[in-house]
């Protein structure tokens, strides 16, 4: 899912005129709703927010948040998301220099200088109000910080748990007490989200995106037992109906997301299903490709392109941009990722506390499979 999602915005973006030159002859050509679908394939972000709540939780599963688990947990994040981050970012740089009449001089000052750079290595740029050198960073700038929020707001619903006499822990004996501290946790905030994004359907803050993390994470403590199916159910005919009110697509993708990984669950497809070899090799290559496919496919198509090109030869370089862009994810993968994801498991403790009830486990974590736990280390 996560590898379609992908080629759902690497397609988007070719047919962007903001971005793209052949843009607006694939729009001319194409019959809708074609281009319609494809200038909608930003979508695919809300498929990577429901997706990442959904793995985050099932990564943290039970664990005790401590410091020493927070710092565990951002150094394999870190170890995980920065040497392919870092990596692209220092090429987009070159890139954007061997434009500019004062080559890397100029890159360096348009960049802010120092402190644009650190913010863009740090993925604070968008907080700070430093522009990107990565125009599809701002997503990361946000998953960070779902990750704070997560981690944060998950330590408090243990302290509340504590201070009720549960230790944290979900298991059959104190289940409503643990859901009701989930819910006093974590609910307010998805509420508010909802409520300040509804306001003007715009803000992409981690304020006003969370709701759709959120939904990933509800989604698994409900596969895993940890609160009810109608608490589930609640808040997505709730979110349901109000992005059929206010025609919000974003919210209304995130819920189909959610639906569609609850439905994979209950009927024990989790692993099975969009099991295609295809799928598979776009869901591992997948942040690859998001990082690297405006830097090489569509900056590619942008250099080769010529006004008075036939419609044959944009088909041609769309075919030659999308290659590209799967060449350059493959190549970032190989040499930047997968060394990053086999370091990252080093420092990567047990997924459930066996402490617990197993019933407070998901059923069997290890049979969630390949698929999930691939995407776990992602």
Not at 126 to 138: E, K, Q, R, Y
Not at 212 to 223: E, H, K
Not at 325 to 348: C, Q, T
Request: aromatic share 14%; net charge neutral.
């Amino acid at each position: 899912m996560r590898g379609a999602a992908a080629l759902a915005v690497v397609c988007c973006h070719f047919f962007v005129p903001e971005m793209s030159s052949i843009a607006t002859t694939l729009n001319s050509i194409f019959p809708d709703p074609i281009p319609t679908l494809a200038r909608h394939g930003d979508l695919g972000v809300e498929v990577f927010f429901v997706l990442s709540g959904f793995v985050i939780a099932f990564s943290i599963g039970n664990q005790r948040i401590s410091g020493r688990f927070a710092a565990n947990f951002a150094l394999r994040r870190s170890i995980r998301l920065d040497p392919p981050y870092l990596t692209t970012l220092a090429l987009s740089m070159l890139l954007w220099a061997a434009y500019l009449p004062g080559g890397l001089m100029e890159c360096y000052e348009r960049s802010h200088e120092w402190k644009g750079m650190l913010a863009n290595a740090f993925y604070l740029q968008d907080v700070l109000g430093f522009p990107s050198t990565i125009g599809v960073a701002w997503t990361l700038c946000l998953e960070i910080q779902f990750y704070l929020v997560y981690i944060c707001l998950f330590s408090l619903s243990q302290y509340l748990s504590d201070s009720w006499g549960t230790s944290g822990q979900f298991n059959r004996l104190n289940s409503d007490a643990s859901q009701t501290a989930l819910l006093i946790t974590f609910l307010p905030f998805a509420v508010a989200s909802v409520y300040w994004w509804n306001t003007n359907l715009s803000d992409f803050s981690v304020f006003g995106s969370w709701h759709r993390f959120f939904i990933g994470v509800l989604c698994y403590w409900t596969y895993s037992r940890q609160i009810s199916s109608p608490i589930f159910t609640a808040f997505i005919v709730a979110l349901a109906g109000l992005a059929i009110h206010s025609g919000d697509l974003r919210a209304g993708t995130a819920v189909v997301t959610a639906l569609l990984i609850h439905l994979a669950g209950r009927t024990g497809h989790l692993s099975t299903a969009l099991s295609g070899p295809w799928l598979q090799y776009l869901g591992r290559v997948s942040y690859s490709l998001y990082l690297v496919h405006i830097m090489v496919g569509v900056s590619l198509v942008n250099f080769l392109w010529r006004a008075d090109q036939s419609i044959f030869i944009t088909l041609c370089l769309l075919g030659v941009g999308l290659i590209a862009s799967l060449i350059g994810a493959e190549l970032m993968y190989r040499f930047f990722e997968l060394p990053s994801v086999r370091l990252s498991r080093n420092f990567k403790g047990t997924t459930c506390d066996r402490s617990v009830s197993p019933s407070s486990c998901p059923p069997s974590p290890l049979h969630i499979g390949p698929t999930a736990e691939s995407a776990a280390n992602r």
